[in-house]
């Protein structure tokens, strides 16, 4: 992902090995990385066992928000892609117990098949 992109807002997959260290204390005895897509400084992170979404806030990115999502708990998921005027695609996934989607908007071309196809693959069966 080159800085233009970055400054752009538009996401794009990230190293697991860059990230590792920071997720080392927040996966389970056994857990691994398996992707991480970024957009600016948030990220979506899939494990072999759950989706972690974080969002880094405040002007220096010190206060962070993981929200751990097993997948069990994903009833359904959806992306409004970007058009020829938009720029943004839309992330919904909506989660058992839940009325109201989760929401995280992506750049385009931003990764978002990668993401549809690691939900799908991790869907209960």
Same mark, same amino acid.
């Given at each position: !992902?080159?800085?233009?992109?970055? @400054? @752009?807002? #538009?996401?794009?997959?990230?190293?697991?090995? *860059?990230?590792?260290?920071?997720?080392?204390? @927040?996966?389970?005895?056994?857990?691994?990385?398996?992707?991480?897509?970024? @957009?600016?400084?948030?990220?979506? =992170?899939?494990?072999?066992?759950?989706?972690?979404?974080? %969002?880094? /806030?405040?002007?220096?990115?010190? *206060?962070?928000?993981?929200?751990?999502?097993?997948?069990?708990?994903?009833? !359904?998921?959806?992306?409004?892609?970007?058009?020829?005027? %938009?720029?943004?695609?839309?992330?919904?996934?909506?989660?058992?117990?839940?009325?109201?989607?989760?929401?995280?908007?992506?750049?385009?071309?931003?990764? =978002?098949?990668?993401?549809?196809?690691?939900?799908? /693959? #991790?869907?209960?069966?």
């Amino acid at each position: !992902m080159g800085l233009i992109d970055t @400054l @752009l807002g #538009h996401a794009g997959e990230k190293p697991v090995e *860059k990230i590792a260290e920071e997720f080392a204390p @927040l996966l389970a005895p056994g857990e691994t990385l398996e992707r991480a897509f970024g @957009l600016v400084r948030d990220l979506i =992170v899939f494990t072999d066992r759950r989706m972690i979404l974080v %969002d880094k /806030q405040g002007v220096t990115g010190s *206060k962070v928000q993981y929200l751990s999502i097993p997948y069990r708990s994903v009833v !359904m998921f959806s992306v409004e892609t970007a058009g020829h005027f %938009d720029m943004d695609s839309e992330l919904r996934i909506w989660l058992s117990g839940q009325s109201a989607p989760i929401s995280r908007t992506l750049g385009r071309d931003s990764g =978002v098949r990668e993401i549809l196809a690691l939900l799908a /693959q #991790h869907a209960p069966r």
